[in-house]
């Protein structure tokens, strides 16, 4: 499976994006797909978690009530739509595929299949 990030751009404070992450190969058979994201100097961190069939979704605090994670098992896709963005969601976003337990479904190295990143610039 790969998966394909995209959807990034520059964007003033207040304004939205919808990043997109295909998967191509095969179809979604990883327990959980997720978005991290990167910013310069700083380590990956959790954006947003949804389990496979769309049930149960996780957000960090940072982006709750902000952005969503949806989920196109028929289009092999899922989605992040950021909301009310603010100059500290600058970073790189990856999606990512994966079958960790629950409750290490938060970290980056339980997550073997990457996207490559996609860059959100939100300028003040």
């Known amino acids: 499976v790969q998966l394909q990030a995209s959807g990034g751009g520059l964007v003033q404070a207040g304004g939205s994006l919808r990043l997109p992450c295909t998967a191509s190969?095969?179809?979604?058979?990883?327990?959980?797909m997720a978005w991290f994201r990167q910013a310069p100097g700083k380590e990956r961190e959790i954006v947003a978690v949804?389990?496979?069939?769309?049930?149960?979704?996780y957000y960090d605090d940072s982006v709750k009530g902000r952005f969503t994670i949806s989920l196109n098992n028929a289009k092999n896709a899922v989605y992040l739509q950021m909301n009310s963005l603010n100059p500290e969601d600058t970073a790189f976003y990856y999606c990512?595929?994966?079958?960790?337990?629950?409750?290490?479904?938060?970290?980056?190295?339980?997550?073997?299949?990457w996207g490559q990143g996609t860059l959100v610039t939100v300028s003040s």
């Open positions: 990512a595929a994966g079958s960790p337990v629950f409750s290490n479904r938060y970290f980056p190295s339980a997550y073997g299949i």
């Open positions: 190969g095969t179809s979604f058979s990883s327990r959980y």
């Open positions: 949804i389990s496979r069939h769309g049930l149960t979704t």
